[in-house]
């Protein structure tokens, strides 16, 4: 059964995450949400890609079981390969954030061109709490929040609300849940007024200045992850205790 439903329409691509409640990403989700995104990537039809979530989240995060050494790799090769797509689409590409955003679905925000989010939408990163990071979080928000609060957001794996990501930077919209779907379509308007070659000539233009996570960074970090954080004995053991509902005993060194 697919989990990821795929439109087309009047200049708008619709890819919606249909895995609720919570959409968490598994490795088969994140191998179908790439190979969606591919499809998408060289059409230039398209004014717009909506990026959402079906059910009471957006997105909260990925698998944590296909965090571990037997899937650890794949996993974030395949979540990975979705976000540098989101990073190289140069149709305008707008999350739709009606609830919480956290781990990869905060990630996935990141790389996004203009995120509206519901007075209900949660953003963050709470990986630290289970003995990992967030490779591209760690990459991203230092880029696209102050430095003190990128800090806190993956070392402490804080929690925005929804005005909290408004006020730094990281959202375009915060609008009431009753208005949340009206705000998404006007601004899937605007764009679908617009010329499409004229919007991917200036997302080009704008590379030369907007300071995004860089590919090669990405895979820096994701080295880092695989080679040196998953053959730490704490990475395995907050996994394995958030698995069994346990409080992780971390090594003293």
């Known amino acids: 059964m697919a989990v990821i439903e795929v439109a ?17 990403v598994d490795l088969v989700t994140a191998r179908e949400l790439a190979d969606a995104l591919e499809e998408l990537l060289g059409r230039t ?3 717009a890609v909506l990026l959402s979530g079906r059910g009471k989240a957006f997105c909260a995060g990925v698998d944590v079981r296909d965090h ?12 990975h390969r979705v976000c540098r797509m989101l990073l190289e689409f140069e149709t305008p590409v707008v999350a739709a954030v009606h609830g919480p955003a956290l781990g990869g679905g905060c ?22 709490k289970l003995g990992v990071m967030p490779p591209l ?21 804080r929690i925005l609300s929804a005005q909290e990501a408004l006020a730094n930077g990281l959202v ?17 308007a605007q764009l679908r007024a617009l010329s499409p070659t004229t919007l991917r000539l200036a997302k080009r233009a704008m590379r ?18 695989v080679h040196q954080l998953m053959n730490t004995p704490d990475a395995i053991e907050g996994l394995q205790a958030f698995l069994d509902k346990r409080a992780p005993a971390w090594g003293r060194e």
Request: hydrophobic letters at 45%; aromatic letters at 4%; charged letters at 30%.
């Open 8 to 24: 087309a329409d009047a200049g708008v691509a619709r890819v919606v995450l249909d895995r609720p409640p919570l959409n968490i």
């Open 45 to 47: 039809d398209l004014n």
């Open 68 to 79: 571990l050494p037997d899937r650890g790799e794949e996993m974030l090769r395949q979540f």
């Open 107 to 128: 990630e996935l925000t990141l790389v996004c061109d203009i995120v509206i989010a519901s007075e209900k939408a949660t953003f963050g990163q709470p990986e630290i």
């Open 137 to 157: 979080a760690a990459v991203a928000l230092p880029r696209l929040v102050a430095p003190h609060l990128a800090s806190e957001m993956v070392l402490t794996g």
């Open 172 to 188: 375009n919209y915060v609008v009431s849940p009753e208005k949340f779907d009206e705000r998404v379509e006007a601004t899937l």
């Open 208 to 225: 030369c200045a907007r300071r995004r996570p860089d590919i090669a960074d990405v895979e820096a970090v994701e080295r880092l992850y």
